[in-house]
């Protein structure tokens, strides 16, 4: 989905130095925002900005974010370690 926004002048220059950077930004910025309301994923933000699962950690590491890893979480990764020791 493409979706355009309107950014005063001096606003853009403030955010980057050309079309690419500030698209960038912003979707980076959207990224961050929506994992910490819990409204995406992980594997959504890696999909969104283009990016490997070690990729997502370090970016989300960059900008202080908790990962949103719930006691259910580690609980089905461990069932899976399971699975896959017993085969």
């Known amino acids: 989905m493409e ?12 955010i980057g130095s050309n079309n690419v950077d500030i698209e960038r930004q912003i979707l980076r910025a959207t990224a961050l925002e929506e994992y910490r309301a819990g409204k995406l994923s992980h594997g959504q933000i890696g999909r ?5 699962r070690f990729q997502v950690d370090a970016f989300l590491k960059e900008h ?7 006691l259910n979480d580690l609980e089905e990764d ?10």
């Open 64 to 70: 202080n974010v908790v990962l949103n890893y719930t």
């Open 48 to 52: 969104m900005l283009g990016l490997t």
């Open 78 to 87: 461990r069932r899976t370690l399971d699975k896959l020791v017993l085969k």
């Open 3 to 14: 979706i355009m926004v309107n950014i005063p002048e001096d606003v853009a220059k403030l």
